[in-house]
């Protein structure tokens, strides 16, 4: 029998603020093994909305 | 045969005739509207905002390389939500996208509350983009991705706020699919997503489930991702 232990890397943004790497964007973040919290930094809510709407808008161009 | 005997047998296939007569009627429309079942029709567009539930019963299964380009964008709820899967069973058709090199828009604010598999295993490099934005979705029977998780996706649940239910089958192999704006997922339909992760053997993967949906699941499920090498937004 083989015991592991796993441990969950957490990453939790400030009030007001969303965790980004670039492309994937969240309030908690789990980072995956090949992960690390360098590459995620914060922003506040509105930014990220209006990157939202941004790639709302690019999309729609596309069509 | 009597005039008297002529008008009795009129009166009594009356009914025969109307529904003679409707056929005619539907099979000249949908020869018209689905060019006879060929592979080759274009479906772009061909579904929507006029489109409700009272009057959408295609003849011919709606299949071929143009099966899934924007087919059902806008579809119209004037008289309700249809439920797809159900619709195509009556009808005896079947919705088919695994030869659709389109699959951009096809649900695209469609108010359709069911929709059956869908494959996108032929899809072009724009994959699932904005597939089933702004959709009244709750239920994807299938999704059918690639298994060599090339799939591509952006936006292809943006604003899908009613899904509730979907199953997964192949892999997700590339960044970019989020349900972050899909907070009622059942526990299984995260699972389904956990999943069909591709395992990664380097570099930084992230698939976004949301806050809402990243309660659903305990910290062994949460592990099953990060351990193939994808971190959960």
């Known amino acids: ?9 957490k990453l939790t943004a400030d009030e007001g603020m969303v965790l980004t790497n670039g492309e994937a964007y969240g309030k908690e973040i789990y980072l995956g093994i090949y992960d ?20 709302e808008k690019e999309e729609g161009a596309m069509q | 045969m009597s005039i008297a005997e002529k008008l009795t047998a009129i009166a009594e296939n009356e009914q025969k005739v109307f529904a ?3 056929k005619a009627e539907y ?24 489109w409700t539930k009272d009057n959408f019963y295609p003849k011919y299964n709606i299949e071929g390389p143009n099966a899934g380009n924007a087919t059902f964008r806008f579809f119209s709820a004037q008289r309700g939500e249809l439920d797809l899967g159900q619709r195509l069973e009556e009808c005896g058709v079947v919705f088919d996208t695994s030869r659709s090199t389109v699959l951009e828009n096809v649900f695209y604010g469609a108010d359709i509350s069911r929709v059956p598999a869908i494959s996108a295993v032929s899809a072009n490099q724009y994959g699932l983009m904005n597939s089933f934005a702004y959709s009244r979705i709750r239920t994807i029977d299938k999704l059918i991705l690639r298994d060599d998780g090339t799939t591509y996706f952006s936006g292809t649940f943006r604003d899908c706020s009613f899904l509730t239910n979907i199953v997964i089958e192949g892999k997700i192999g590339k960044n970019g699919f989020d349900v972050n704006q899909s907070p009622n997922l059942t526990h299984d339909s995260l699972m389904s997503i956990l999943n069909a992760l591709e395992a990664k053997t380097e570099g930084t993967w ?3 489930l949301g806050t809402a949906n990243l309660a659903k699941l305990t910290d062994g499920e949460k592990a099953i991702a990060t351990q193939k090498g994808w971190t959960l937004a």
Do not use: K
């Open chain 2, 20 to 22: 003679a007569g409707r």
């Open chain 1, 1 to 9: 029998m083989i015991e592991t232990n796993i441990t969950l890397r």
């Open chain 2, 206 to 208: 992230a698939v976004t």
């Open chain 1, 36 to 55: 690390s919290a360098e590459n995620w930094h914060e922003i506040t809510d509105g930014e990220y909305a209006q990157i939202l709407a941004a790639q």
């Open chain 2, 27 to 50: 099979d000249a429309f949908w020869d018209v509207i689905q060019e006879n079942g060929r592979l080759d029709h274009d479906y772009r567009n061909a579904f929507g905002p006029c």
